[in-house]
């Protein structure tokens, strides 16, 4: 039996269906990019490649969870120990 897939990994198949590019590329982009708060990147994506909020926050959120995206600081508007500033 297969766990369905769940969070931002949902939207994965979507994204690559509808802006034809794999999600491995769009990760690629968003650790390459010299903004670092996960909305200046969700909007990023939004404005410069014409994804969907719903789709730009799901691989903004997943990349930045794997530790390797750009340095965070983690959720706009609080410090890495998740307080608010």
């Known amino acids: 039996m297969t766990d369905a897939v769940k969070g931002p990994a949902s939207y ?3 994204i ?3 802006y034809g590019r794999p999600v491995s590329e769009w990760k ?4 390459a990019s ?3 708060r996960h909305m200046e990147l969700v909007a990023w994506l939004k404005s410069e490649h014409g994804l969907g909020h719903g789709h730009a926050n799901a ?3 997943h990349t930045l969870a794997e ?3 750009p340095k965070s600081n983690g959720p706009e508007g609080s410090d ?3 307080k608010a500033r």
């Not at 690629?28 to 650790?31: C, E, F, K, P, Q």
């Open 80 to 82: 890495p120990g998740g």
């Open 67 to 69: 530790g390797n995206g």
């Open 59 to 61: 691989l903004v959120a």
């Open 12 to 14: 994965f198949p979507s």
């Open 34 to 36: 010299p903004l670092t």
């Open 28 to 31: 690629d982009l968003v650790r």
């Open 16 to 18: 690559e269906k509808k």
